[in-house]
């Protein structure tokens, strides 16, 4: 195959198989030129990954179709497809080459957004990489269907089953390859403490109330813990009530 000299090397693997698969691959047999596309659902790290390892002289075009099997199946139009020029060649006959890949996917209705390799990382943790962890954890509730099913339960059912659809190895590959992924793992696990927090705090208060009714007023009403607002992204998160804990311990 490499000997055909294709013009496009286009890589389907899993996250995790990337570096075996590329660096299995003779690409010294390979047309110097070649185009080398990706498909990864993250993206600094296969960037790194062609920069380090493919000839000097090869084209990287780094892409994430950001839709699947199921949020495809109905066709392509509007669904957006993420992709990072990491470095294409001056001469037209290359320019025009990548521009006719893109194509492919353009005419298929995708909504192109192009963005670096960074930006798409750091936008995925935030919502793609949430949005699996959220159906994952359902998941592991093992919800069922009810004769009494909201709108917004039906819409839950769905998120555990699109997510669930996945392999492991996807969403490993989403937290272990994307830098972002472990901030926003804390993030989410500190907004949940804080939430359970600002409930008992409310049911303290009534309990108390219900107590010691008027005699309350006597003495001097503990604070009740509220939902904090979270940080915003990048910036640094308290500790845990663990870690505050732990400290103390010690």
């Known amino acids: 195959l490499c000997e055909e000299h294709p013009e496009v090397m286009l890589l389907?693997?899993?996250v995790i198989s990337t570096e075996k698969v590329l660096?299995?691959?003779?690409?010294?047999?390979?047309?110097?030129?070649t185009l080398f596309v990706d498909v990864l659902s993250v993206k600094e790290f296969p960037r790194n990954l062609f920069m380090q390892i493919l000839p000097l002289d090869s084209d990287i075009l780094c892409t994430h179709p950001m839709?699947?099997?199921e949020s495809g199946k109905d066709g392509w139009n509007e669904l957006p497809f993420v992709y990072d020029k990491v470095r294409?060649?001056?001469?037209?006959?290359?320019i025009s080459r990548c521009e006719r890949f893109l194509d492919i996917f353009a005419k298929e209705g995708c909504r192109m957004v192009e963005m670096t390799c960074a930006e798409h990382d750091r936008h995925a943790a935030e919502s793609q990489f949430i949005?699996?962890?959220t159906g994952r954890v359902l998941e592991k509730l093992m919800l069922e269907s009810t004769p009494i099913n909201t709108k917004g339960y039906e819409t839950l059912l769905n998120l555990v089953e699109n997510t669930?659809?996945?392999s492991f190895d996807l969403y490993y590959g989403l937290f272990m390859y994307n830098k972002n992924a472990m901030e926003q793992l804390e993030r989410l696990d500190l907004a949940f403490e804080s939430l359970k927090k600002e409930l008992f705090g409310h049911l303290h208060d009534v309990?108390?109330?219900?107590l010691f009714g008027k005699m309350e007023g006597l003495d001097s009403p503990e604070e009740r813990?509220?939902?904090s607002k979270l940080p915003k992204n990048g910036a640094a998160l308290p500790p845990s009530s663990e870690t505050v804990r732990a400290q103390k311990n010690n």
């Open 23 to 33: 660096r299995s691959l003779p690409l010294q047999r390979l047309k110097r030129s």
């Open 88 to 94: 294409v060649g001056s001469e037209e006959s290359r």
């Open 225 to 227: 813990p509220m939902l």
């Open 12 to 14: 389907c693997t899993s």
């Open 67 to 69: 839709f699947g099997p």
């Open 164 to 166: 669930a659809s996945d």
């Open 131 to 133: 949005t699996h962890t």
């Open 207 to 210: 309990l108390r109330k219900q």
